[in-house]
């Protein structure tokens, strides 16, 4: 089985980690990771990192992300969600389409969003959830996000069903009560479906289920994409001369390219074309940032 990245397609019940778990048992290795933290209750696009592509699960987890949405109006809940215990409802007839809508747009751009209580982020050391299911709350700073697109495709109350493009680290459970705040009737999250994330989306997505089949028909290989498409960069290759220097992370000066790169950063490939990491221009030589293919004895990329 090749490195790369696989798509999953995340059922509802499973936490992110526990797809992890089940990969390895499928898979049969130990280096997997996923990239961006679905709620168990959650479904969709679940791009997991294999063997030396667990390399790019930072880079993974800074793309945007697209999600659709159900949203439940006249409703607060523990959690944000249906999951939780209802905390107050409140009567929505009132609302009107347009009302529903202009609240939605409003919250396009630059945002602040309050992390919710049941959440992963540690607080010295423990997880938010790990206090909320003890019944204790701490304060959480507002952090900045952004939404790309905040649009209502139908509006069916108390139902409102949503398409958010967002950025990293945007909650969608918390965008959703924050609207029903807006519309002074409270809200939950009813259901949450993520469509993409970065280039990957979820028509190539496999279930576990599939991930096994393929695994046992040995096609498997066919469905991994390969690690550099995370990446938006120009590539290049590097001369039969600089390969050496390439497999050990040193820095490569412009004739180790067979063609001058028109920018920064680059993904450097081997002469017959395997991706080995992502170079950055310092001065008249390229660095390297972060290697995907070395030697057997693992060189460091040297700055």
Do not use: W
């Given at each position: 089985?090749?490195d790369?990245?696989l ?23 130990r ?40 949203l439940?109006l ?63 709350t ?69 279930t ?14 066919a ?7 995370v ?73």
């Open positions: 089985m090749r790369g990245i798509i999953i397609n995340k059922e509802a019940g499973y936490t992110s980690g526990d797809v992890v778990a089940k990969l390895r048992g499928i898979l049969h290795t280096k997997i990771g996923h990239t961006g933290t679905l709620d168990p209750a959650a479904v969709g696009v679940l791009p997991v990192c294999i063997g030396s592509a667990t390399k790019a699960v930072e880079y993974l987890t800074d793309h945007d992300k697209e999600y659709r949405a159900v439940e006249g409703v607060t809940t523990t959690t944000q969600d249906l999951t939780g215990d209802v905390i107050e409802k409140r009567d929505v007839s009132g609302l009107t389409q347009e009302r529903i809508r202009e609240a939605v747009r409003s919250f396009e751009g630059d945002i602040l969003q309050v992390p919710p209580m049941y959440s992963a982020l540690k607080v010295n050391g423990v997880r938010l959830y790990e206090m909320a299911r003890k019944g204790q701490v304060e959480r700073k507002a952090r900045p996000v952004h939404i790309e697109r905040a649009t209502v495709d139908a509006v069916r109350l108390p139902y409102v069903d949503l398409t958010i493009v967002c950025s990293k680290g945007t909650y969608i459970r918390t965008l959703c009560e924050d609207i029903g705040k807006a519309l002074g009737v409270g809200g939950a999250m009813a259901h949450l479906l993520r469509t993409r994330v970065g280039a990957f989306g979820l028509e190539e997505a496999l576990l289920s599939e991930v096994e089949k393929k695994a046992k028909s040995g096609t498997i290989d469905l991994i994409r390969p690690v550099e498409d990446f938006p960069y120009e590539r290049v290759k590097v001369t039969e001369p600089a390969f050496s220097r390439l497999q050990n992370g040193n820095a490569l000066s412009l004739e180790c390219f067979e063609r001058e790169p028109s920018g920064s950063p680059l993904l450097v490939f081997s002469p017959d074309g395997v991706f080995f990491g992502i170079y950055e221009q310092r001065g008249e030589s390229y660095s390297c940032q972060k290697m995907f293919q070395t030697r057997e004895d693992g060189p460091k990329c040297r700055s």
